[in-house]
């Protein structure tokens, strides 16, 4: 079943276009979490087709599916994973990668928003 809504995803690429966000399409695995994947589990992803890894999205987006909701998601990549990265994963790199890229996603929303609001 399709849980992402292709009218949102376009309101969304539209939204990135318009604010010059880079904004990108891909497969993204879902884990449980709370911890970072390991390079054995970036290699099993990377085999199966994921582009990028991460602990959200995944599961509150089939929730929300679920429940009749149309969906959209966004995720911001803040590090390289486990076996690519040359350095050990680093928290402090991640929420500051996060604090970089706030400006981005809120306008990124802000301008998709009432494009997704008249769908």
């Known amino acids: 079943a399709r849980v992402y809504d292709e009218a949102i ?3 969304l690429a ?11 399409e891909g497969v993204y695995a879902g ?6 994947e390991t390079a054995a589990e970036i290699q099993m992803l990377d085999r199966v087709g994921a ?3 991460g602990m959200s999205t995944v599961l509150e987006a089939n929730a929300a599916a679920g ?6 998601a966004v995720s911001c990549i803040t590090n390289p994973a486990a ?16 604090k970089q890229i706030a400006g981005d996603f809120a306008r990124l929303l802000g301008a998709a928003i009432p494009a997704i609001g008249a769908l």
Do not use: F, M, S
């Open 9 to 11: 995803g376009r309101a």
């Open 14 to 24: 539209a939204a990135a276009v318009d604010q010059g966000v880079d904004l990108r």
């Open 31 to 36: 884990l449980a979490g709370p911890t970072y």
């Open 51 to 53: 582009q990028a890894v």
């Open 67 to 72: 429940a009749g909701l149309r969906v959209g």
């Open 83 to 98: 076996g690519i990265a040359v350095a050990p994963l680093n928290h402090e790199e991640v929420v500051e990668a996060g």
